[in-house]
């Protein structure tokens, strides 16, 4: 699965390349991507304990996370996401609860509190939660009610 979301990513972050065939592809396959991220977005919050630094579900989650900020930096998947039904409180919640989990545990959603001696730490969730920021603005652009929300 974190395979195929990376071959996504790659073809969805291609604009130039991207027919007005494969876009209502990608449209059409935005309410699963969407779905999927919602369901499974709790498992990220899992990572924060050392032993489950390599869960799949987790990675999964990482890798529809970039693939939704991607589709959404699209104008055409923009407008379609932009209306999702509970996304975008989705991705506020899931970015309180990882700030939450950052200030309890090793931070390991931050690249900035990823770093010790000088060597960064390649942990698959670093980043995770800039990912989220960018989603947000995403969601919110030239978008009065969803930035009544936020």
């Known amino acids: 699965r974190v395979t195929l979301l990376e071959l996504m990513m790659v073809k969805v972050s ?3 390349s991207v027919t007005s065939e494969e876009m209502n ?16 977005c709790g498992a990220v919050l899992k990572l924060t304990a050392a032993a489950d630094a390599e869960d799949e579900e987790a990675l999964v989650t990482i890798r529809l996370l970039d693939v939704l900020c991607e589709m959404t930096s699209n104008k055409g998947q923009l407008e379609h996401l932009q209306a999702f039904p509970g ?3 989705t991705a506020v919640d899931t970015l309180r609860l990882t700030h939450l989990a950052g200030k309890q545990a090793v931070n390991i959603f931050t690249a900035t509190h990823a770093v010790t ?3 960064e730490i390649s942990h698959p969730a670093v980043g995770f939660k800039s990912h989220l920021i960018r989603l947000i603005g995403n969601l919110c652009y030239k978008n009065k009610e969803n930035q009544d929300k936020v």
């Open 14 to 16: 291609y604009k130039n």
């Open 25 to 40: 592809v990608f449209v059409r396959h935005a309410d699963f991507l969407a779905d999927c991220f919602q369901e499974k």
């Open 87 to 89: 996304l975008l409180e």
């Open 117 to 119: 001696r000088q060597e």
